[in-house]
T-cell receptor, first 115, second 115 residues
C-alpha cells in the first residue's frame, strides 16, 4: 500500500505570507495528486489536484508542484488570508480510469494564519 | 443538489450496542466510501463501493459492515460498538471521467462516541 507523509504537521504563518506543505509518497505508480482542505466541523473538500504528466498547476493563490522522481508534491499558498486557516490533506493515488476505490490520506497539516 | 448527506450528526452509544450510520448522495455517483478520522491519524478508509451490489474492504474494516442496494445509499453498520470506534465518520462519493479522476465529495460527518 501507499505510505504517505506530510510535513509539517502544524504551520503558523503571518497573514499575507506564503505557506508550503510537502507530501511524500512511496508508490511510484501513483499518478494523481490532490490536496484537500478541511475547515473546522466540515468534511474535506478538494482544492487543487495534478496528474503525473504535469509538473505544476496554479489556481489563483494556490499551486501544486510535483516531483515524480523524488516522489513528493507540495501545496503552495501565497498571500495567505484568515480563511486559509484549516487542515490540509494530501492523498496521492493511482488513477486507472476506472474510478475511485478510496484514497490514502496523509495525516494532515494544520495551517494557522496569524493576523 | 443536496450533495452527500449523513445522519445522525452526533451519536452516543454504549459498548455492545449496534447502530447504522446513514449516507446518501444525489449526484448519481457510482463510487462511495466510508472513512474514519481520529486525531493525528488523518482519514482512514473503512469500506468502499464501486457500484450497487459491490463492496470491498479498506484499511480498517474490522467491526463494520456495509451494503449497497441502491446507487444513492451506502449505510455503515456497527454490530457491537466498542470504545475504539469513537471517531468522526465521513462518507464520500465520487465520479470518474477524463476531467477529474478520483475527486471525492465528502459529507458533513457523524461524530460517534462509544462509552
Amino acid at each position: 500500500g501507499e505510505n504517505v507523509e506530510q510535513h509539517p504537521s502544524t504551520l503558523s504563518v503571518q497573514e499575507g505570507d506564503s505557506a508550503v506543505i510537502k507530501c511524500t509518497y512511496s508508490d511510484s505508480a501513483s499518478n494523481y495528486f490532490p490536496w484537500y482542505k478541511q475547515e473546522l466541523g466540515k468534511g474535506p473538500q478538494l482544492i487543487i489536484d495534478i496528474r503525473s504528466n504535469v509538473g505544476e498547476k496554479k489556481d489563483q493563490r494556490i499551486a501544486v508542484t510535483l516531483n515524480k522522481t523524488a516522489k513528493h508534491f507540495s501545496l503552495h499558498i501565497t498571500e495567505t488570508q484568515p480563511e486559509d486557516s484549516a487542515v490540509y490533506f494530501c492523498a496521492p493515488s493511482q488513477y486507472s480510469g476506472g474510478g475511485a476505490d478510496g484514497l490514502t490520506f496523509g495525516k494532515g497539516t494544520h495551517l494557522i494564519i496569524q493576523p | 443538489n443536496a450533495g452527500v448527506t449523513q445522519t445522525p450528526k452526533f451519536q452516543v452509544l454504549k459498548t455492545g450496542q449496534s447502530m447504522t450510520l446513514q449516507c446518501a448522495q444525489d449526484m448519481n455517483h457510482e463510487y462511495m466510501s466510508w472513512y474514519r478520522q481520529d486525531p493525528g491519524m488523518g482519514l482512514r478508509l473503512i469500506h468502499y463501493s464501486v457500484g450497487a451490489g459491490i463492496t470491498d474492504q479498506g484499511e480498517v474494516p474490522n467491526g463494520y459492515n456495509v451494503s449497497r442496494s441502491t446507487t444513492e445509499d451506502f449505510p455503515l453498520r456497527l454490530l457491537s460498538a466498542a470504545p475504539s470506534q469513537t471517531s468522526v465518520y465521513f462518507c464520500a462519493s465520487s465520479y470518474s471521467d477524463n476531467r477529474t479522476p478520483y475527486e471525492q465529495y465528502f459529507g458533513p460527518g457523524t461524530r460517534l462516541t462509544v462509552t
